[in-house]
């Protein structure tokens, strides 16, 4: 079956540390996204990637690092420098980069720090 | 920027009751609109959208949803819920002409039906 795969489901981190979220598609779809999910503030665009080897930041990027190497994957880095970085994170993709292309959700990260 | 407001934040209802959840976004001109829903424990799927056309939309699990231009709104209506329903709902809009055709979210609807 073709989706989207991120791993691990659950994450635990001490402060301090960088970590890296997996996100894999086997959907052949050009665009990539991460989304960070906070109870009550709906989904909120971290970066984006239409193209391999080209992203763009999103509306809270401070403190996330992305590569887009192959067109399949998109790894997110959490670093030390993103100040509240417990969270919920979501990756997409989507067929086209027009208008017209819904997202296609993998099932998230759950990333806790202390 | 453009945004998207889900009025109702959490909504409880009875099994059979009738379902409205409201969306509406600031952009002027043309939008592309879309519903996702996030059942419990599973991944976020697509409910419908609207392109052009018919501005009342049909979606999976007998959803549909009405787009009206003048109100900048984008409603989610189900005449019957079901237990099954419970889920949270999202309201999203891609406008043209920004160049990148990014969604926007509005923040979620949180639905629980009782049986």
């Known amino acids: 079956d073709g989706g989207i795969t991120q791993s691990p489901k659950y994450l635990f981190r001490k402060e301090g540390q960088n970590v890296t979220l997996s996100c894999e598609q086997n959907l052949n779809h050009d665009a990539m996204y991460w989304y960070r999910q906070d109870p009550g503030q709906g989904l909120r665009l971290i970066y984006y990637s239409q193209i391999v080897n080209d992203f763009q930041k999103g509306d809270i990027a401070e403190g996330y690092s992305v590569s887009r190497e192959k067109k399949e994957s998109f790894p997110l880095t959490v670093t030390s420098a993103q100040k509240n970085p417990t969270a919920f994170y979501l990756c997409?993709?989507?067929?086209?980069?027009?208008?017209?292309?819904?997202?296609?959700f993998g099932n998230g990260t759950r990333l806790t720090v202390t | 920027a453009q945004s998207v407001s889900q009025h109702n934040h959490h909504v409880i209802l009875s099994e059979a009751a009738s379902l409205e959840l409201g969306c509406n976004y600031s952009y002027g001109g043309t939008v592309n609109l879309f519903w996702y829903v996030q059942y419990p424990g599973q991944h976020l799927q697509l409910l419908l959208k609207y392109f052009s056309g018919d501005p009342l939309v049909k979606g999976i699990k007998g959803f549909e949803a009405e787009f009206i231009k003048s109100k900048f709104s984008f409603n989610l209506r189900k005449p019957s819920v079901q237990w099954s329903d419970t889920a949270e709902y999202f309201c999203a809009v891609i406008p043209w002409g920004g160049g990148s055709y990014i969604p926007t979210f509005g923040r979620g609807t949180s639905l629980i039906v009782h049986p």
């Open positions: 997409a993709s989507s067929r086209g980069t027009g208008p017209n292309s819904p997202l296609h």
